[in-house]
Nanobody, 124 residues
Framework: QVQLVESGGGSVEAGGSLRLSCPAS????????MGWFRQAPGKEREGVAA???????TYADSVKGRFTISRDNAKNTLFLQMNSLKPEDSAIYYC??????????????????WGQGTQVTVSS
């Protein structure tokens, strides 16, 4: 059973930075695509960024140039560096994983495993 546990959330002022981490239980990590999603109160969950095992990435337009997704396959850990944070970035952030070496995207139904989420709050 794949287990994902997010950490690194918190409260920051607008313009600040946070780095989220998501270590995973041992599995063929490099064979999985990984992603970050977020859900704000009263809104649907949306994709933020995704990364393939070999490192190709994709981002939602709303975070391009501000967020960077990365992974350390040797440590089975996914990261999301968030810079220039805005109040509209406030949400619960989830990491997720799906089994494919080749697929890359932000469609929720492609992801099989999900973490419990970590809260990010950005004040103006």
């Amino acid at each position: 059973q794949v287990q994902l546990v997010e950490s690194g959330g918190g409260s920051v002022e607008a313009g600040g930075s946070l780095r989220l981490s998501c270590p995973a239980s041992e599995f063929p990590y490099s064979s999985y695509f990984m992603g970050w999603f977020r859900q704000a109160p009263g809104k649907e969950r949306e994709g933020v960024a995704a990364i393939r095992g070999a490192g190709a990435t994709t981002y939602a337009d709303s975070v391009k140039g501000r967020f960077t997704i990365s992974r350390d396959n040797a440590k089975n850990t996914l990261f999301l560096q968030m810079n220039s944070l805005k109040p509209e970035d406030s949400a619960i952030y989830y990491c997720a994983a799906g089994l494919s070496r080749w697929w890359l995207g932000l469609q929720e139904n492609k992801y099989t495993y999900w973490g419990q989420g970590t809260q990010v709050t950005v004040s103006s």
